[in-house]
């Protein structure tokens, strides 16, 4: 099963950018569109971010999202409070015919 | 809107089954395929398996396959996921989530296995 690689974690004090990476390969990322999704405290994940730089009605443009070979990258500029969550990375994998994971990276606002 | 409605929590004991429903409303049901994925506790999102709402057609991650049943009731325009044989490990929140974009979620379903 391949696996997505993203850091455990990230932080920035407000107004500030972060950025967050997911490492996949040429048979994953490579070849294939990445979604971001926001997870906040006790809630079920939302679509941030789709087809690499795509924002779903209602997500602020300080969300962005970019492709480089194999990785993929989640950008917040002008951090907010309301950014801390739990941020997972995502792509199709033709191996196992569904949807595989990034581990997830916590975003704190210092 | 778009909604998806789950079951609420549930404990099981080791090799009983749960069953989760998904109940989809503000679009045509048939007309997206239904996703289930499971979170357990301090692990990463995890694909179980997904049905073509319209045809019934399903696909199952291979870690779940023989133990987990995904079917849907479209006049209800619901769906529901089955997992078997459950284990301590299974504990977990259950989600339901539309199309491969993973674009509306359910608000999750704990299943909790304990003795």
């Known amino acids: 099963q391949s696996v997505l690689t993203q850091p455990p974690s990230a932080s920035g004090t407000p107004g500030q950018r972060v950025s967050i990476s997911c490492s996949g390969s040429?048979?994953?990322?490579?070849?294939?569109?990445v979604n971001w999704y926001q997870q906040l405290p006790g809630t079920a994940p939302k679509l941030l971010i789709y087809?690499?730089?795509q924002r779903p009605s209602g997500v602020p443009d300080r969300f962005s999202g970019s492709k480089s070979g194999t990785s993929a990258s989640l950008a917040i500029s002008g951090l907010q409070s309301e950014d801390e969550a739990d941020y997972y990375c995502?792509?199709?994998?033709?191996?196992?015919?569904?949807?595989?994971f990034g581990g997830g990276t916590k975003v704190t606002v210092l | 809107q778009v909604q998806l409605v789950q079951s609420g929590a549930e404990v099981k004991k080791p090799g009983a089954s749960v069953k989760v429903s998904c109940k989809a409303s503000?679009?045509?049901?048939?007309?997206?395929?239904l996703y289930w994925v499971r979170q357990a506790p301090g692990q990463r999102l995890e694909w179980m398996g997904w049905?073509?709402?319209?045809?019934?057609?399903?696909k199952y991650s291979q870690k779940f396959q023989g133990r987990v049943t995904i079917t849907r009731d479209t006049p209800a325009s619901t769906a529901y996921m089955e997992l078997s044989s459950l284990r301590f490990e299974d504990t977990a929140v259950y989600y339901c989530?539309?199309?491969?974009?993973?674009?509306?979620w359910g608000q999750g379903a704990l299943v909790t296995v304990s003795s």
């Open positions: 049905i073509n709402a319209g045809n019934g057609n399903t």
């Open positions: 503000g679009y045509t049901f048939t007309s997206y395929a």
């Open positions: 040429s048979s994953n990322i490579g070849n294939k569109i």
């Open positions: 995502a792509t199709w994998d033709d191996s196992l015919n569904g949807p595989v």
């Open positions: 989530a539309r199309a491969s974009i993973l674009d509306y």
């Open positions: 087809s690499y730089n």
